[in-house]
C-alpha cells in the first residue's frame, strides 16, 4: 500500500472517529478552507455490522448502524473528498469529506495535518488510554503462594 | 371479510393520543426528561433497544425510549419502522473483537490468563440494597481510580483460541461465503449458522434468558462453561466501492461471549470443547451469555446429538424470538375481530341449540 494512501486512511479514520464540534475547534487555527461543492449527500443510511461466529469463523450479519455519507469538490479543483462517518451528523460527515480533500493536496496537508488531525488524534488516544487505565484499576490481582512470599 | 370497516373512531384516537402525549410527559412541575440525559444515564436500556431494534444509533434509541416512555419492546419496534426509511450503503468488515479496546474481560475457566481478568464497570459483587443517596440529587461521583496498565497485559488473546491450540477445542469453519442477510431474505429452514446467529443477535432478552436456563436445568443438557466474556470498544470498518479501501468510519461497544461445552465426541470427530458464541450492542452481558447458550443448543442437530428440548428446537427458537414479531401478533388480538367473533357466536349458539335438544327427554304421550 502507497504511503499516500494510508496516510489518507489514517486520517480518514480519526475524522470519522471526531465530533463537528472537535473538527470545527482545530479549525480555528488555520486558514479558511475554500468553497466546496457537494457532488454527494450529506446523506443518511444503514451500513449493516458484522461479526463472526465464535469471533474468528464465518461471518454473520450482526446489526445495522446509521452512518452519513458525503462527497465534495473544492473549488478550483477536481479532487474528490469522501467521507463515511458512524451515525447522522451532516456536518461532520461534511467537514470531513472537505477536510479528505483538501488534504489530498500535498501543497495544504502538512498544516492542516499538523492543526486538525494530529490534534484530534492525540485527543483520540489519550480518551483511550485513560480506558485503558480505568480498566487495569478493575484489573483482579489473585493472591497465590508464589508472590505471597 | 376478516375486520369490518370501523368509522367514527378518529376522534376517540386523536383524543387518546393527546392524553397519551400528557401522560408521557406526567407532572408538569417536574422537569422534562432530555433525551441526552437517557443517553447518558439510562445506557444500558439503550442498549438493549438499539440490540434489539437491530440499529446502531445511540441518540435515536434514547429518543425511542423518551417516545415510548420507557416500554423497551415499544422502543425497538420504533427504531425498527424508523431504519426501513434509509437506504442501505452497504456492508461492514466483520468486527474485529480480539483487537477490542477492552473494559471488561473475565473468564470462569481460567483463574491466570493472559490479559487478566478485568471487571469493568460491572454490578457483579454489588450487594443489591436500593441507594437511597441517588433519589437526591447531589455532586457527581469522583472519576474511578486510573492505573498505568502494564504493557503485558495490554495483550488478551481468546480462551478459546487457548483451547484451539491445543487441539481441545472445535475450530470455527469459515468457507468465506456471503452471510445470509434476515432483513433481506425471509427466514427458512433448515437454518444457516449465520442465519441464527443474526436472528438470535436481535432476538428478545427475556426470551432468549429463558431458553438458554432452561438448557441449564436439563432441557438439552450442555453443562457450559463462560470461557469468556468481554466488553469494550472495536472498530467499524467499512469498503465504500467508490473507494475501493478499507476505511474506519467509527468506533462502537459490543459484548461477547464464548460459552465452553462440552462434546462427547462422534464418528468423525474426537471428544472436545465446543462453544457457543454471542455478541450484541453496547453492554449487554446478560443477552450476550444467553445467546451463547441457545446458539449451542441449536448446534444439536449439526453434531449428532439428541434434539430434545425446546432451545434445540431451531424452529421453535428462531420464529419465536423476535419481540417485534411476537408483540405484533399478540397484540393484533386487541384489534377489532367483530365479523370472525360474530360468526363464532353463532356458531356456539348452534351447537347448544344441537346439544339441548338432543338432550331433551322424549315426550311421552299419557
Given at each position: 500500500?502507497s504511503?499516500?494512501?494510508q496516510?489518507?486512511?489514517?486520517?480518514?479514520?480519526?475524522?470519522?472517529?471526531?465530533?463537528?464540534?472537535?473538527?470545527?475547534?482545530?479549525?480555528h487555527?488555520?486558514?479558511?478552507?475554500?468553497p466546496?461543492?457537494r457532488?454527494?449527500?450529506?446523506?443518511?443510511?444503514?451500513v449493516?455490522?458484522?461479526g463472526?461466529?465464535g469471533?474468528?469463523?464465518?461471518?454473520?450479519?450482526?446489526?445495522?448502524?446509521?452512518?452519513?455519507?458525503?462527497?465534495?469538490?473544492?473549488?478550483?479543483?477536481?479532487t474528490v473528498?469522501?467521507?463515511?462517518?458512524?451515525?447522522?451528523?451532516?456536518s461532520?460527515?461534511?467537514?470531513?469529506?472537505?477536510?479528505d480533500?483538501?488534504l489530498?493536496?500535498?501543497?495544504?496537508?502538512?498544516?492542516?495535518?499538523?492543526a486538525?488531525?494530529?490534534?484530534?488524534?492525540?485527543?483520540q488516544?489519550?480518551?483511550?488510554?485513560?480506558?485503558?487505565?480505568?480498566?487495569?484499576?478493575?484489573r483482579?490481582q489473585?493472591?497465590?503462594m508464589?508472590?505471597?512470599? | 371479510?376478516?375486520?369490518?370497516a370501523?368509522?367514527?373512531?378518529?376522534?376517540?384516537?386523536?383524543?387518546?393520543?393527546?392524553?397519551?402525549?400528557?401522560?408521557?410527559?406526567?407532572?408538569?412541575?417536574v422537569s422534562e426528561l432530555?433525551v441526552?440525559?437517557?443517553?447518558?444515564?439510562?445506557?444500558?436500556?439503550?442498549?438493549?433497544?438499539?440490540?434489539?431494534?437491530?440499529?446502531?444509533?445511540?441518540?435515536l434509541?434514547a429518543l425511542?425510549?423518551?417516545?415510548?416512555?420507557?416500554?423497551?419492546?415499544?422502543?425497538?419496534?420504533?427504531?425498527r419502522?424508523?431504519r426501513?426509511?434509509?437506504?442501505?450503503?452497504g456492508?461492514?468488515?466483520p468486527?474485529?473483537?480480539?483487537?477490542?479496546?477492552?473494559?471488561?474481560?473475565?473468564?470462569a475457566?481460567?483463574k491466570?490468563?493472559?490479559?487478566?481478568?478485568?471487571?469493568g464497570?460491572?454490578f457483579d459483587?454489588?450487594?443489591?440494597?436500593?441507594?437511597f443517596?441517588?433519589?437526591?440529587?447531589?455532586?457527581?461521583?469522583?472519576?474511578?481510580?486510573?492505573v498505568?496498565?502494564e504493557a503485558?497485559?495490554?495483550?488478551?488473546?481468546?480462551?478459546?483460541?487457548?483451547?484451539?491450540r491445543?487441539?481441545?477445542m472445535?475450530?470455527?469453519e469459515?468457507?468465506?461465503?456471503?452471510?445470509?442477510d434476515?432483513?433481506?431474505q425471509?427466514?427458512?429452514?433448515?437454518?444457516?449458522?449465520s442465519?441464527?446467529?443474526?436472528?438470535?443477535?436481535?432476538?428478545?432478552?427475556?426470551?432468549?434468558?429463558g431458553?438458554?436456563?432452561?438448557?441449564?436445568?436439563?432441557?438439552?443438557?450442555?453443562?457450559?462453561f463462560?470461557?469468556?466474556?468481554?466488553q469494550g470498544?472495536?472498530?467499524?470498518?467499512?469498503?465504500?466501492?467508490?473507494?475501493?479501501?478499507?476505511?474506519?468510519?467509527?468506533e462502537?461497544e459490543v459484548?461477547?461471549?464464548?460459552?465452553?461445552?462440552?462434546?462427547?465426541g462422534?464418528?468423525?470427530?474426537p471428544p472436545?470443547?465446543?462453544?457457543?458464541?454471542?455478541?450484541v450492542?453496547?453492554?449487554g452481558?446478560?443477552?450476550?451469555?444467553?445467546?451463547?447458550?441457545?446458539?449451542?443448543?441449536?448446534?444439536?442437530?449439526?453434531?449428532?446429538?439428541?434434539?430434545t428440548?425446546p432451545?434445540?428446537?431451531?424452529?421453535?427458537?428462531?420464529?419465536?424470538?423476535?419481540?417485534?414479531?411476537?408483540?405484533g401478533?399478540?397484540?393484533?388480538l386487541?384489534?377489532p375481530h367483530?365479523?370472525?367473533?360474530?360468526?363464532?357466536?353463532?356458531?356456539?349458539?348452534l351447537?347448544?341449540?344441537?346439544?339441548?335438544?338432543?338432550?331433551e327427554?322424549?315426550?311421552?304421550?299419557?
Amino acid at each position: 500500500m502507497s504511503e499516500d494512501l494510508q496516510a489518507r486512511k489514517r486520517w480518514m479514520g480519526v475524522l470519522a472517529k471526531a465530533s463537528a464540534d472537535a473538527i470545527r475547534a482545530c479549525l480555528h487555527t488555520v486558514p479558511p478552507l475554500p468553497p466546496h461543492t457537494r457532488l454527494r449527500g450529506p446523506e443518511t443510511g444503514l451500513v449493516m455490522l458484522r461479526g463472526r461466529a465464535g469471533g474468528d469463523g464465518a461471518a454473520f450479519n450482526l446489526s445495522e448502524m446509521t452512518v452519513t455519507r458525503c462527497a465534495v469538490t473544492l473549488e478550483g479543483g477536481d479532487t474528490v473528498g469522501h467521507a463515511y462517518v458512524a451515525g447522522r451528523d451532516r456536518s461532520q460527515a461534511e467537514l470531513a469529506a472537505v477536510l479528505d480533500a483538501a488534504l489530498q493536496d500535498a501543497a495544504q496537508r502538512p498544516a492542516l495535518l499538523a492543526a486538525v488531525i494530529e490534534p484530534l488524534a492525540a485527543a483520540q488516544a489519550e480518551a483511550r488510554a485513560t480506558e485503558s487505565r480505568k480498566a487495569a484499576a478493575t484489573r483482579v490481582q489473585f493472591f497465590t503462594m508464589a508472590n505471597m512470599r | 371479510m376478516a375486520y369490518v370497516a370501523v368509522k367514527g373512531g378518529e376522534r376517540a384516537i386523536g383524543n387518546a393520543h393527546a392524553w397519551l402525549a400528557e401522560t408521557r410527559r406526567g407532572d408538569a412541575a417536574v422537569s422534562e426528561l432530555e433525551v441526552a440525559q437517557i443517553g447518558q444515564q439510562l445506557g444500558l436500556a439503550v442498549d438493549r433497544v438499539m440490540t434489539e431494534g437491530s440499529c446502531h444509533d445511540r441518540d435515536l434509541a434514547a429518543l425511542a425510549i423518551k417516545q415510548s416512555k420507557g416500554d423497551l419492546i415499544e422502543a425497538a419496534f420504533l427504531l425498527r419502522a424508523y431504519r426501513t426509511t434509509l437506504p442501505r450503503f452497504g456492508y461492514a468488515e466483520p468486527l474485529d473483537t480480539a483487537a477490542m479496546l477492552i473494559r471488561r474481560r473475565v473468564s470462569a475457566t481460567y483463574k491466570d490468563l493472559p490479559g487478566g481478568q478485568v471487571l469493568g464497570p460491572t454490578f457483579d459483587y454489588t450487594h443489591r440494597l436500593l441507594d437511597f443517596a441517588l433519589a437526591a440529587a447531589g455532586e457527581p461521583p469522583a472519576p474511578a481510580p486510573e492505573v498505568e496498565a502494564e504493557a503485558e497485559d495490554a495483550v488478551a488473546p481468546r480462551v478459546t483460541e487457548l483451547l484451539s491450540r491445543e487441539g481441545l477445542m472445535r475450530r470455527e469453519e469459515d468457507a468465506a461465503q456471503e452471510p445470509a442477510d434476515l432483513t433481506r431474505q425471509p427466514l427458512s429452514f433448515p437454518a444457516a449458522r449465520s442465519t441464527r446467529l443474526q436472528n438470535l443477535a436481535r432476538g428478545d432478552e427475556g426470551f432468549l434468558l429463558g431458553l438458554g436456563y432452561s438448557t441449564q436445568r436439563g432441557y438439552g443438557n450442555s453443562h457450559p462453561f463462560v470461557g469468556e466474556i468481554r466488553q469494550g470498544s472495536v472498530t467499524v470498518c467499512l469498503t465504500p466501492p467508490e473507494l475501493g479501501f478499507e476505511i474506519e468510519i467509527g468506533e462502537i461497544e459490543v459484548t461477547e461471549c464464548q460459552m465452553v461445552n462440552q462434546f462427547h465426541g462422534s464418528r468423525s470427530e474426537p471428544p472436545q470443547f465446543t462453544r457457543g458464541y454471542g455478541l450484541v450492542l453496547g453492554h449487554g452481558e446478560r443477552k450476550a451469555m444467553s445467546m451463547a447458550l441457545v446458539d449451542r443448543a441449536l448446534m444439536a442437530g449439526e453434531l449428532g446429538e439428541d434434539r430434545t428440548a425446546p432451545a434445540q428446537d431451531e424452529e421453535f427458537v428462531l420464529l419465536h424470538s423476535d419481540n417485534v414479531e411476537a408483540t405484533g401478533f399478540v397484540e393484533h388480538l386487541k384489534l377489532p375481530h367483530y365479523v370472525d367473533f360474530q360468526s363464532e357466536l353463532e356458531v356456539v349458539r348452534l351447537m347448544r341449540a344441537t346439544v339441548a335438544s338432543q338432550a331433551e327427554p322424549e315426550q311421552v304421550e299419557p
